[in-house]
């Protein structure tokens, strides 16, 4: 029996884990259940699964030690920056961590990796993305190769003009082509932010420098990712857009169970792909800058990165100004190479006033 301890319970992916637990109930079971802010939704799940502990996030100790005590998987599922907390104390008490949550590895990479390696924690990407790099690496973080190929889909304005992108609403931000996801994911899916997250991601799961990792576009999100090996190879995972695959074989592998409706290729017919415009997206590019300088760079981009989708989901901002707060946000915060979880909860905090500053002249 694999005893799970899921943080972010409520919300879309954690949702889906527990699908996995109601279909494989004599393997999985919740020891710890833990969500943001959604408490009927915790109830609801308590009292069907019956775990150890139920908490909403603002209820939890200050040591984690009780969440993930006698846990097999740290299922770390909540967003934003606020997930980091919890990977960072699942490392250190060296579990193994099926990672959702982007933030942990693209603010906290750095941090991450080092208590991952020094405790013997195990880090399992649940992104689609890098699952599917995970399987054509054969489940090896350690296989030589020579360039990852993250696939993006483009989100709903890839083909967009900057004149039609400057009107854009929340609600035409929303309406993602393959994917159904949670609102601040999709926002940064429709800006390319998510894809600079992922490549930093795969920096930081598969210890590739910049120069071995390229997104190219794909808009069928039929083709998750794909790695490009010596010989010329290259392998690719295949199939539907549905976060179920990643979200089980991250806590089944590297044994495969029935999950999803297997891919019929006739009926796929052709697949596309394109290089990934980044001049219309300037997200992308930030992001990366962002992560090839490190440090504090990255969580401070976030930071302003969470706090402007907050203010253009409201209506208060246009989609342009997105990526321009996050510039002016990065512009003017003081960065440091310091990546220990002080340093970057106050890059955070900084980061975050500054950006209500510039979008809320607060
Ligand atoms: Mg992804």
């Given at each position: 029996m694999?005893?799970?301890?899921?943080?972010?319970?409520?919300?879309?992916?954690?949702?889906?884990?527990?699908?996995?637990?109601?279909?494989y109930p004599?393997?999985?079971?919740?020891?710890?259940?833990?969500?943001?802010?959604?408490g009927?939704?915790l109830?609801?799940?308590a009292?069907?699964?019956?775990?150890?502990?139920?908490?909403c996030?603002?209820?939890l100790?200050?040591?984690?030690?009780?969440?993930?005590?006698d846990?097999?998987v740290?299922f770390?599922?909540a967003?934003?920056?606020?997930g980091?907390?919890?990977?960072?104390?699942?490392a250190?008490?060296g579990?193994?961590?099926?990672?959702?949550?982007?933030e942990?590895l693209?603010c906290?990479?750095?941090?991450?990796?080092?208590?991952?390696?020094?405790h013997?924690?195990?880090?399992v990407?649940?992104?689609s993305?890098?699952?599917?790099?995970?399987?054509?690496l054969?489940?090896?973080?350690?296989?030589?190769?020579?360039?990852?190929i993250?696939?993006?889909?483009?989100?709903p304005?890839?083909?967009?003009?900057?004149?039609e992108?400057?009107?854009?609403?929340?609600?035409?931000?929303?309406r993602h082509?393959?994917?159904?996801?949670?609102?601040?994911?999709?926002?940064?899916?429709?800006?390319?932010?998510?894809?600079g997250?992922?490549?930093i991601?795969?920096?930081w799961l598969?210890?590739?420098?910049?120069?071995?990792?390229?997104?190219v576009?794909?808009?069928?999100?039929i083709?998750?990712?794909?790695?490009?090996f010596?010989?010329?190879a290259?392998?690719?995972?295949?199939?539907?857009?549905?976060?179920?695959?990643?979200?089980?074989?991250?806590?089944t592998?590297?044994e495969r169970?029935?999950?999803?409706q297997?891919?019929?290729?006739?009926?796929?017919?052709s697949?596309?792909?394109?290089?990934?415009?980044?001049?219309k997206?300037?997200?992308?590019?930030?992001?990366?800058?962002?992560?090839?300088?490190?440090?504090?760079?990255?969580?401070v981009?976030?930071g302003?990165?969470?706090?402007?989708?907050?203010?253009?989901?409201?209506?208060?901002?246009s989609?342009p100004k997105?990526?321009?707060?996050?510039?002016e946000?990065?512009?003017?915060?003081?960065?440091s190479?310091?990546t220990?979880?002080?340093?970057?909860?106050?890059?955070d905090?900084?980061?975050?006033?500054?950006?209500?500053?510039?979008?809320?002249g607060?």
């Amino acid at each position: 029996m694999c005893n799970i301890a899921l943080i972010g319970c409520t919300g879309n992916i954690g949702m889906q884990v527990a699908e996995v637990v109601r279909r494989y109930p004599e393997r999985f079971r919740f020891s710890a259940l833990v969500c943001g802010r959604d408490g009927a939704g915790l109830r609801a799940l308590a009292e069907e699964f019956h775990p150890r502990i139920a908490l909403c996030a603002s209820d939890l100790p200050e040591g984690l030690h009780e969440v993930f005590g006698d846990c097999d998987v740290a299922f770390i599922a909540a967003g934003g920056f606020a997930g980091l907390r919890y990977t960072v104390a699942a490392a250190e008490m060296g579990k193994k961590i099926a990672l959702a949550n982007k933030e942990s590895l693209v603010c906290g990479g750095a941090l991450v990796t080092e208590l991952a390696r020094k405790h013997g924690a195990e880090i399992v990407p649940v992104d689609s993305e890098h699952s599917a790099l995970f399987q054509a690496l054969s489940f090896r973080r350690d296989a030589p190769f020579e360039k990852l190929i993250l696939t993006a889909s483009g989100g709903p304005f890839l083909r967009y003009s900057e004149e039609e992108l400057s009107r854009v609403r929340a609600a035409d931000a929303l309406r993602h082509p393959t994917w159904h996801m949670g609102a601040k994911i999709t926002v940064d899916s429709a800006t390319l932010l998510n894809k600079g997250y992922e490549v930093i991601e795969a920096k930081w799961l598969y210890g590739a420098p910049f120069t071995k990792i390229e997104a190219v576009v794909h808009p069928e999100s039929i083709v998750h990712s794909a790695v490009l090996f010596s010989d010329g190879a290259v392998l690719a995972q295949l199939g539907y857009p549905d976060m179920r695959l990643p979200i089980q074989l991250a806590l089944t592998y590297p044994e495969r169970l029935p999950c999803t409706q297997p891919l019929d290729l006739v009926a796929l017919g052709s697949l596309r792909f394109e290089r990934l415009p980044e001049e219309k997206f300037p997200c992308f590019t930030l992001a990366l800058e962002a992560g090839k300088r490190g440090g504090t760079a990255p969580t401070v981009l976030n930071g302003a990165a969470e706090e402007a989708v907050r203010a253009f989901l409201a209506g208060g901002i246009s989609f342009p100004k997105i990526a321009e707060t996050i510039r002016e946000t990065l512009r003017r915060v003081p960065m440091s190479g310091d990546t220990c979880y002080g340093s970057l909860a106050e890059a955070d905090s900084t980061a975050r006033r500054t950006a209500r500053q510039l979008l809320y002249g607060e």
